[in-house]
């Protein structure tokens, strides 16, 4: 009975499983019209979970490597984010050092209602800013989109001239033997 008694007691005070919010997925189609003005600034950690509600509509469709939301918080410092007047976001990228030389730009997206308008450039030019900044001599990025990034200047190389790449996230990806990523390089 006793046993009983405390085992209640026990029950009684487990604390509240911790409520995860709520990741609505708004499909671009549904949502009003493009903003009328977009900002790039460095991203915030209250900007993650709009910068990963875009990622991972964009992972499901294939488009990018999928990334869990504990992933762009650790790395948020890389991001810049684009927002409109309201400060949402509607466009990310980010710029991952590898050597003194070397970055690749990641997780780059724009939400569909801004496609065509200006914003993965304006987020591109802000991350080549960057990476002058820090005196790096060269950027690539893996993609699906070849000739976006030409018109950023890219031209098409080998992920082989990047062991630095292979070797943290190429090596143990489970889409390796199929990858259909083109290796892009611009050197600034
Ligand atoms: C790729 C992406 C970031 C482009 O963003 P965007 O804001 O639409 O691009 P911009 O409007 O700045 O376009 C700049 C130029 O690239 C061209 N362009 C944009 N997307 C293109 C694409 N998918 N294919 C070919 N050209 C493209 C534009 O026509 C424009 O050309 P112009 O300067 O001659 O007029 C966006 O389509 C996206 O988020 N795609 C899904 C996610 C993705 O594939 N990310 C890339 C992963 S590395």
Redesign the pocket.
Known sequence: MRQRQQMVQLEQRRPEPPQRPVLQVVKASTVAAAPARVTIRRAQLTDVEQMYRLLDG?ARQG??LPRRIQDVYRNVREFVVAVDENDAVV?C?GLRVYTPVLAE?V????DER???????????DTLLADARSFDLVRVF?????P???E??GFATTNVALFPEKIAIDCSGCAKRATCQEITMVLDL
Do not use: N, S
Not at 114 to 124: A, D, L, P, S
Not at 141 to 145: D, P
């Open positions: 964009y488009l990018l466009g990228g730009v997780a780059l997206a724009v801004c496609h065509g308008k200006g914003v993965g450039r304006q987020i591109i990025a893996m993609t699906l989109q000739v976006f990034f018109k950023m």
